[in-house]
């Protein structure tokens, strides 16, 4: 078999540049060769993936390196630091070394967990990210964001720790349900919003091909999104200034899942929520219109997301575990709000009487 797939784009960071490999059934063609160091991978994986693709990727990863694996229970609640210790013993167990490498097997639990693996076992060994859901190809998978959970906030534990490739095979999708697939289309949207007119445009002009997963739009839609992502990570790879952005949404959307214990909304779901919020502070401010939220609005319902906050969520709920975030700095609440559709930036003062106001809208 020629191993010829080329990458699609390259992020490009200080001491850690790496590829990502966009395009459907690729997965076999890639020259996995060039990102082993060591002649040990442990693949880390879920109960859902597992039976569908362990044997395929096992199979083809075997020839460049000597694979073994773990299976984790799927889903957010399996996020943790007792998670996180299963996959150190299984290393120490069958003597991994500095030179082996982790593989993530699924979506953005799998993705983030085993980074951080990566990242704290013998102080940092390599990782190569194969995202199976929507939302770890265009997001999670790219930047090299990883941690668990603690039970009073999402993400709180974690260290930055870039992979040494991306390899995002559009096939895998097919191992979604439809929630979980229009989950990751809000990260989608999300990119459009904060970066991309055009692109945030084109989407809407779409959103039947992207809803029965067509190929070419899934392309289109992936790569213009981590195209998106890449240039900002290699702008600000530790998230201390414009990187910030990538967040829009999610102060709103990470108090939902923190609040619902991460057993209710799926990520997207709660980041659909949180970019509904953000947009309506955006226009108490008088920098988006009512169209534009309308037009969100409609958009995300198009793809059964939902727009309305829990019920059982007051404004005192919000602000108690919005208070926890990571991106609270001095104690003031940062929000990502848009200047404009396309013109994400970063809001830092004076934050609290915009909460108030909006939540009182709502």
Request: charged letters at 20%; aromatic letters at 8%; proline letters at 3%.
């Amino acid at each position: 078999m020629k191993l010829n797939v080329k990458p699609s784009l390259v992020v490009s960071i200080p001491k850690r540049s790496y590829p990502i490999f966009v395009g459907v059934d690729i997965f076999e063609n890639v020259d996995y060769s060039q990102f082993f160091i060591g002649n040990k991978a442990l693949i880390v994986t879920d109960d859902h993936i597992a039976p569908i693709l362990l044997d395929r990727v096992t199979k083809t990863l075997s020839k460049f390196a000597d694979v073994d694996f773990l299976i984790l229970k799927s889903g957010e609640t399996s996020k943790n630091m007792e998670t996180l210790s299963r996959i150190h013993s299984k290393l120490i167990e069958n003597n991994f070394d500095r030179s082996s490498t982790l593989i993530a097997l699924g979506g953005g639990v799998i993705g983030d967990i085993t980074g951080f693996a990566a990242a704290t076992y013998q102080r940092g060994i390599n990782y190569i990210q194969l995202p199976t859901t929507l939302l770890a190809q265009v997001d999670s998978s790219v930047g090299g964001k990883t941690g668990v959970n603690h039970p009073l906030g999402k993400n709180m534990i974690g260290a930055f720790h870039q992979p040494l490739a991306v390899v995002i095979d559009i096939s895998f999708l097919s191992t979604l349900s439809d929630r979980q697939y229009c989950s990751g289309v809000a990260e989608v949207i999300k990119y459009g919003l904060i970066k991309d007119k055009d692109f945030y445009s084109w989407l809407i002009e779409n959103i039947k091909m992207l809803k029965c997963r067509d190929h070419s739009a899934l392309i289109t839609a992936v790569e213009a999104s981590i195209q998106i992502k890449a240039a900002v990570v290699a702008a600000d790879e530790r998230e201390e200034n414009i990187r910030a952005i990538l967040n829009f949404g999610h102060t709103f959307g990470h108090a939902i899942e923190s609040f619902q214990r991460y057993e209710g909304f799926l990520h997207g779901e709660a980041i659909s929520v949180g970019m509904i919020l953000a947009m309506s502070a955006s226009g108490l401010l008088g920098q988006t219109s009512d169209a534009d939220l309308d037009l969100l609005t409609n958009a995300l319902q198009q793809f059964e997301l939902p727009v309305n906050v829990p019920k059982d969520m007051t404004k005192e709920i919000f602000l108690d575990y919005m208070d926890r975030d990571k991106k609270v700095l001095d104690g003031n609440i940062r929000l990502i709000l848009l200047k404009s559709i396309g013109h994400a930036y970063l809001e830092s003062t004076e934050t609290k009487p915009l909460l108030d106001k909006l939540f009182k809208t709502l």
